[in-house]
């Protein structure tokens, strides 16, 4: 049975992907309204991959005997003015979400939720790989810097990002 704290946290937790979803899609929105498709296709493969982890706290909350209560998701930024600005400020997202992951494990810790914190492990490898990944994509973008055509070529590149599949629940 979950604690009342750690099932708080949690639903904070759900609200946090959600609205991570919702920023990527937001930044889907302004690569299609400019014709890059590929980081767009890249951005809502991103936006599924946060519903997944959203609806994964959602699921252990649910297995676990507590009880989900969805808040409100807040309005997610509309406007950058470049491809690398988008992924740099994925980037910031991604290292605050990571955040996120750590204090709520600490919390898991202190009150001695194994189940809870055995759930959050996932998190923690999945951040590494999320904060990695986009950390390349602004490396890359960096380089080719005002280059236009490597710009693009890197936009076919992103167009071919998999549709991904949901975790397991626990
Ligand atoms: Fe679910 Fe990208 O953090």
């Not at 704290?5 to 946090?16: E, F, G, M």
């Not at 919390?107 to 950390?135: K, P, S, Y």
């Not at 076919?156 to 629940?169: G, K, N, S």
Request: proline content about 4%; aromatic content about 10%; glycine content about 6%.
């Amino acid at each position: 049975m979950l604690k009342e704290s750690v099932q708080s946290a949690l639903n904070d937790q759900i609200q946090a992907e959600f609205h991570s979803a919702y920023l990527y899609l937001s930044m889907a929105a302004w690569c299609e309204a400019k014709n890059f498709d590929g980081f767009a296709h890249w951005m809502r493969m991103q936006a599924q991959e946060e519903m997944f982890h959203a609806m994964k706290v959602y699921d252990y909350v649910n297995m676990t005997g507590g009880r989900v209560l969805l808040q409100g998701v807040q309005q997610p930024d509309v406007d950058w003015d470049t491809p690398l600005a988008i992924f740099q400020a994925s980037l910031a997202h991604e290292i605050y979400m990571t955040g996120r992951i750590n204090d709520l494990l600490g919390l898991a810790m202190d009150e001695r939720d194994h189940a809870t914190a055995n759930m959050l492990q996932w998190f923690i490898g999945e951040q590494v790989e999320e904060e990695a990944n986009v950390d390349g994509i602004c490396g890359k973008l960096t380089m080719m810097g005002d280059n236009m055509h490597a710009v693009y070529m890197m936009d076919r590149e992103l167009a071919a990002r998999p549709v991904p599949t949901p975790p397991a629940v626990a």
